[in-house]
């Protein structure tokens, strides 16, 4: 009998691992933290946000800054920090009349640079 490409991943028969699904199940993270987790990779789903982030990986800027940098508009620029600033991807502080923007520490380069990586394997 021909295979469908769906059937291409499933098994043959049925058959229940006990012992794995135990393993699986005892360090499978609650309901709650799978959404908080869901919820900051789509923060990283738009290339506008991963532009600014590059932009921090190089210096603490304001949004005049970044908006010249990135060629956006300032509103632009503002609605994409306040997502990442929710996120807790980025801080701000005031200083005069400015506010600059920085990376909120250094896990935030570690989840970019390991996405690189991912990406470039096969490359």
């Given at each position: ?89 980025v801080k ?13 520490d250094g ?17």
């Amino acid at each position: 009998m021909e295979r469908t490409q769906c059937d291409e991943f499933t098994c043959d028969t049925v058959e229940v691992h006990e012992e794995l699904l135990k393993v699986v199940n005892d360090s499978m993270p609650d309901e709650e933290e799978l959404y908080d987790l869901a919820e900051l990779f789509k923060v990283f789903g738009d290339s506008s946000r991963i532009r600014i982030l590059f932009v921090l990986f190089e210096a603490e800027v304001c949004v005049c800054d970044l908006a010249a940098a990135l060629n956006m508009t300032q509103s632009a620029v503002s609605h994409q920090l306040k997502i990442l600033k929710q996120n807790k991807l980025v801080k701000s502080r005031r200083e005069g009349k400015s506010i600059f923007y920085s990376l909120a520490d250094g896990h935030v380069r570690t989840i970019i640079d390991q996405g690189r990586e991912h990406i470039e394997e096969d490359r």
